[in-house]
């Protein structure tokens, strides 16, 4: 709680809900879908101490059916959170479950229990959104006699939970009496689970009757809460948490009801319209996802200030893929590959690199800076792993898949023989030139890339403009340019023979000029 300038006491935001709600019901919103990422704040347990900042990503769905059949928003949320769970979480070192809940069969728990007062049911309710006091059994046990709490009745409801088919002991009794409103809260719950396994949910979902939330005053229907286990060791976070606040809306603002010409009255839920919402925090994802290692940055190092063999290097290194960080001080101690570079020398470096237990210090050219650096850093670059170099007798290997990308092979075709260095680094630089088209074709395609050396700036348009014809035009666009370039004749007739065997495959030719990195595809 904070005192503005003004003396009006102000609360920093919780979660990101409770201002959404209030803005659809002021505005009488019928149906509207939204997600925000936004900072909230939990107060620490210690007094007077920062309140902690988390990062939250709400999404919400407000839509004009009953209230009761809000159970198929409510299974879209999960369905929500499980494609989070499989775009961003990949690790098998967790496995994630459903719990989820009733307000209502909390209410019935309590009544069967002989807690009917509120004040009493408000602290019954304080000690069970306690995850320390649930946790254990002995100190629930403790806090529900401080209060006069039959500890081992109440108990004995709370631990009947789990899977819809294994529900027993007093909690299946309680459901199976003729108490209307634990039937219709238990159906409700039913009715979620089955949605959800309709729409492809495949987390585990079980019942847990002492799920509460701190915000009690926010969901009143089916609540539910996503959870990571760690499979090695004894260790559960809370990932996602949500449920129905349709009560909640209504309460908030008189919103006009079309079968009815007065406002619903406060506290009730408008008879048509639910809403119903989800929050996931970031940092906890995080913590239970699989997050790839920074790759190593590269210090270049220019002896002598700002160096244009240097500057070449760097645009070399990055085309790798790999970061670069170029400084004009000596080198240090701080990263493990460095390398130095001066225009006094510029065909060579010195390149520090560790080797097994020590650091090994070479003075090496620059294009075997490029081919160490790639072999020390891309284990499983596409250079050293996925392309398939050939030379005078062209060879077609498909590269390894690339995750949600067609298969593609690069051939290199160059007029003169290259050095092997010269190769991979051409290789490299094709792939970071094309990669952005990549993308646009389907992972069933096949691509072959040829990086071919055209010197003459529109030499490769009319060859493509050429090419990308029909069979009785082709021929004859191909030997006018022929005739337009007769000392590269027989290099075009070679492109053009390997575009042609690349066509009769089904595979898309590309052609890639490592003149100048410029591409056309040949459709």
């Given at each position: 709680?904070?005192?503005?300038?003004?003396?009006?006491?102000?609360?920093?935001?919780r979660?990101?809900?409770?201002?959404?709600?209030?803005?659809?019901a002021?505005?009488?919103?019928?149906?509207?879908?939204r997600?925000?990422?936004?900072r909230?704040y939990r107060?620490?347990r210690?007094?007077?101490?920062h309140?902690?900042?988390v990062?939250?990503?709400?999404f919400?769905?407000?839509?004009?059916?009953?209230?009761?059949?809000?159970?198929?928003?409510?299974?879209?949320?999960?369905?929500?959170?499980q494609?989070?769970?499989d775009?961003?979480?990949?690790?098998?070192?967790?496995?994630?479950?459903?719990?989820?809940?009733?307000?209502?069969?909390?209410d019935?728990i309590l009544?069967?229990?002989?807690i009917h007062s509120?004040?009493?049911?408000?602290?019954?309710?304080?000690i069970l959104?306690?995850?320390?006091?649930?946790?254990?059994?002995?100190?629930l046990?403790?806090?529900l006699?401080?209060?006069?709490?039959?500890?081992?009745?109440?108990?004995?409801?709370?631990?009947?939970?789990?899977p819809?088919a294994?529900?027993?002991?007093?909690l299946?009794?309680?459901?199976?009496?003729?108490?209307?409103?634990v039937r219709r809260?238990?159906?409700?719950?039913?009715?979620?689970?089955?949605?959800?396994?309709?729409l492809?949910v495949r987390?585990?979902?079980?019942?847990?009757?002492g799920?509460v939330?701190r915000?009690?005053g926010l969901?009143s229907?089916?609540?539910?809460?996503?959870?990571a286990e760690?499979?090695r060791?004894?260790a559960t976070?809370?990932?996602?948490?949500?449920g129905?606040?349709s009560?909640?809306l209504?309460g908030?603002?008189?919103?006009?009801?079309?079968?009815?010409l007065?406002?619903a009255?406060a506290?009730v839920?408008?008879?048509?319209r639910?809403?119903?919402?989800?929050s996931?925090?970031?940092?906890?994802l995080?913590?239970?996802?699989?997050v790839?290692p920074e790759?190593t940055?590269?210090?270049?190092?220019c002896a002598?200030?700002?160096?244009?063999?240097?500057?070449?290097l760097?645009a070399?290194?990055?085309?790798?893929?790999?970061?670069?960080?170029?400084?004009y001080?000596p080198?240090?101690?701080?990263?493990?590959y460095?390398?130095?570079?001066?225009?006094?020398?510029?065909?060579?470096a010195?390149?520090r690199?560790?080797?097994?237990?020590?650091?090994?210090?070479r003075?090496?050219?620059?294009?075997d800076?490029?081919?160490?650096?790639?072999?020390?850093?891309?284990?499983?670059?596409?250079?050293?792993?996925?392309?398939k170099?050939?030379m005078?007798?062209?060879?077609?290997?498909?590269i390894?898949?690339v995750?949600?990308?067609?298969?593609?092979?690069?051939?290199?075709?160059?007029?003169?023989?290259l050095?092997s260095?010269?190769?991979?680094?051409?290789?490299?630089?094709t792939?970071?030139a094309?990669?952005?088209?990549?993308?646009?074709?389907?992972?069933?395609?096949?691509?072959?890339?040829?990086?071919?050396?055209?010197?003459?700036?529109g030499?490769?348009g009319e060859?493509?403009?050429?090419?990308?014809t029909?069979?009785?035009?082709?021929?004859?666009l191909?030997?006018?340019?022929?005739?337009?370039?007769?000392?590269?004749?027989k290099?075009?007739v070679?492109?053009?023979d390997?575009v042609?065997e690349?066509?009769r495959?089904?595979?898309?030719?590309?052609?890639?000029?490592?003149?100048d990195?410029?591409y056309?595809?040949?459709?």
């Amino acid at each position: 709680r904070l005192l503005d300038a003004s003396g009006t006491v102000v609360l920093l935001p919780r979660n990101l809900r409770t201002p959404f709600a209030r803005y659809v019901a002021r505005n009488s919103l019928p149906r509207v879908r939204r997600f925000a990422v936004g900072r909230v704040y939990r107060a620490r347990r210690l007094p007077s101490s920062h309140p902690r900042e988390v990062v939250e990503c709400a999404f919400d769905i407000v839509d004009r059916v009953e209230p009761s059949g809000a159970e198929f928003s409510v299974a879209e949320l999960l369905l929500v959170v499980q494609e989070v769970v499989d775009e961003c979480l990949t690790t098998e070192d967790y496995k994630f479950s459903v719990n989820i809940n009733h307000t209502g069969l909390l209410d019935s728990i309590l009544s069967r229990c002989d807690i009917h007062s509120e004040e009493k049911q408000s602290k019954v309710l304080d000690i069970l959104s306690d995850s320390r006091a649930v946790g254990s059994r002995a100190r629930l046990q403790e806090r529900l006699r401080e209060i006069g709490v039959d500890g081992d009745l109440l108990r004995s409801y709370l631990e009947c939970g789990g899977p819809l088919a294994k529900i027993g002991g007093p909690l299946k009794t309680l459901i199976r009496s003729k108490a209307g409103d634990v039937r219709r809260a238990y159906r409700s719950v039913e009715r979620v689970c089955e949605l959800a396994v309709a729409l492809g949910v495949r987390m585990p979902v079980s019942v847990k009757p002492g799920l509460v939330y701190r915000d009690r005053g926010l969901y009143s229907g089916v609540v539910f809460q996503v959870v990571a286990e760690a499979t090695r060791r004894k260790a559960t976070l809370v990932v996602a948490a949500g449920g129905d606040y349709s009560a909640h809306l209504a309460g908030l603002g008189a919103v006009p009801s079309p079968r009815a010409l007065v406002p619903a009255p406060a506290g009730v839920a408008d008879p048509s319209r639910s809403a119903c919402g989800v929050s996931l925090i970031l940092e906890k994802l995080l913590a239970v996802s699989s997050v790839a290692p920074e790759a190593t940055t590269v210090r270049l190092h220019c002896a002598g200030g700002p160096s244009r063999a240097a500057t070449r290097l760097a645009a070399d290194v990055w085309s790798l893929g790999l970061p670069c960080e170029l400084r004009y001080d000596p080198p240090d101690d701080d990263s493990p590959y460095t390398v130095v570079v001066s225009d006094s020398e510029p065909q060579s470096a010195t390149l520090r690199y560790p080797e097994k237990d020590k650091n090994v210090e070479r003075r090496v050219s620059a294009p075997d800076v490029l081919d160490l650096l790639q072999r020390k850093l891309l284990p499983q670059s596409v250079s050293s792993s996925l392309i398939k170099t050939e030379m005078e007798k062209p060879q077609y290997s498909p590269i390894a898949e690339v995750t949600s990308s067609p298969r593609v092979t690069i051939t290199v075709v160059a007029a003169e023989k290259l050095a092997s260095n010269v190769k991979r680094k051409l290789e490299s630089q094709t792939m970071s030139a094309v990669s952005g088209v990549l993308g646009l074709f389907a992972g069933r395609l096949c691509l072959e890339i040829l990086a071919v050396d055209l010197g003459t700036a529109g030499m490769l348009g009319e060859l493509a403009g050429a090419l990308d014809t029909r069979a009785h035009v082709r021929n004859d666009l191909v030997d006018k340019l022929y005739d337009n370039f007769p000392k590269v004749r027989k290099y075009l007739v070679r492109l053009v023979d390997m575009v042609t065997e690349i066509e009769r495959r089904s595979s898309v030719p590309i052609l890639c000029n490592f003149r100048d990195f410029t591409y056309r595809v040949i459709i």
